[in-house]
């Protein structure tokens, strides 16, 4: 009888590199957090290894956890996330605020206000999570939310290492072509490359931001209509993706990405719902049959006081502690005696 395959979500490692650079010519355009440049790539992996050793190190300066989805026993790599524990410092974070502007006249009694972009630079910026993607074949069931919410249980294993805030920037209104109207009408016409180009240059050297950028706001009623409408608008494959981080609290303001305007959602760190009601529990016992659903909850559990592993699964809480199901227990490489952190894969409505 065949193994059945489990999804388990680690911290990434050098040899996964290979499968993370054939995982990156399946993104689409505008996914600039898993790069389509095997030497990027392995500057992101590296400096997220680095990451992970450097944990109890309260010195070190922490750039970026990137953890991978792996199927095992397969060892395919299926997935990716990852969490930038702090924006900006020798590399500024860029945004643009939309605000309103209010013009009137009582000669003519008239009053308008006019939505205005204004460039926002921080240098000592909240934690992000970004570079989500699964393969599609494995989309759907939960497996998504469980690679996505993830990051939310590692920052509660660990508050110490992350802002009070938490962003996600969501890739905004981009063709199939790499085209996005807010670029088309704002960016190409102070850089004057296309926008794939310049939102992966990004990723190399921000000096040409801050030297070519306008400095002025920006009147968003002088843009293209179809500019307009994409301002906090999200690319067709990220609505779910919105959907869930909605779910769990994070919204949508005032500030947008400053080349193709997709939505950055926000959120109090304490107050995402996965952090919120998440629990830490021993394990009581491992059920190797469960007898249907019965008192058992769909939930995400990650390791506590080892090395991180996260998982979706049965469990429920007697007791005594926690029971679970034998797939979660072997994912997660634990035993009865041991802690676990879990929520709820989905918040109740």
């Not at 290492?161 to 938490?166: I, N, Q, R």
């Not at 190409?188 to 950028?213: C, Q, R, T, V």
Request: proline share 5%; charged share 25%.
């Amino acid at each position: 009888m065949s193994e059945v395959p489990l999804l388990v979500v680690r911290p990434v490692r050098i040899e996964d590199l290979g499968q993370l650079n054939a995982l990156a010519h399946l993104t689409a355009t505008g996914l600039t957090t898993l790069p389509r440049d095997e030497s990027l790539m392995e500057k992101r992996v590296k400096q997220a290894v680095r990451t992970f050793s450097q944990m109890e190190d309260d010195s070190a300066q922490h750039e970026l956890f990137l953890f991978v989805m792996e199927e095992k026993p397969s060892g395919q790599i299926v997935g990716t996330c990852g969490i930038v524990p702090k924006v900006g410092g020798f590399k500024p974070f860029y945004a643009y605020r939309l605000g309103t502007d209010v013009h009137e006249s009582e000669t003519l009694k008239l009053r308008y206000e006019h939505k205005v972009l204004h460039l926002l630079r921080e240098h000592d910026g909240p934690t992000e999570i970004g570079s989500l993607f699964l393969r599609s074949e494995y989309r759907g069931g939960g497996t998504g939310r469980v690679l996505s919410l993830c990051r939310f249980l590692f920052m509660a294993n660990h508050p110490s290492l992350f802002e009070s805030e938490v962003i996600a920037e969501l890739r905004g209104v981009i063709d199939d072509d790499g085209v996005s109207p807010f670029w088309e009408a704002l960016g190409h016409h102070f850089f004057g490359i296309d926008f794939p180009n310049a939102d992966m240059l990004s990723l190399y050297n921000k000096e040409f931001i801050e030297k070519l950028m306008p400095r002025h706001p920006i009147y968003v009623t002088l843009l293209p209509k179809e500019a307009q409408a994409s301002i906090g608008e999200v690319h067709r494959l990220t609505a779910p993706a919105r959907r869930l981080l909605e779910g769990e609290g994070l919204r949508w303001y005032d500030l947008v990405d400053i080349f193709e305007a997709g939505p950055i959602l926000q959120c109090k760190r304490e107050e995402i719902r996965a952090v919120r009601e998440s629990r830490v529990d021993v394990i009581a016992a491992i059920d190797d049959h469960p007898d249907g659903m019965g008192p058992y909850r769909k939930c995400i559990a990650t390791t506590v006081g080892k090395s991180f592993l996260a998982a979706g699964g049965l469990l429920y809480l007697r007791e005594d502690g926690l029971v679970l199901e034998k797939s979660l227990a072997a994912a997660l490489e634990v035993q009865p005696g041991e802690s676990v952190r879990y929520v709820d894969l989905r918040a109740e409505a």
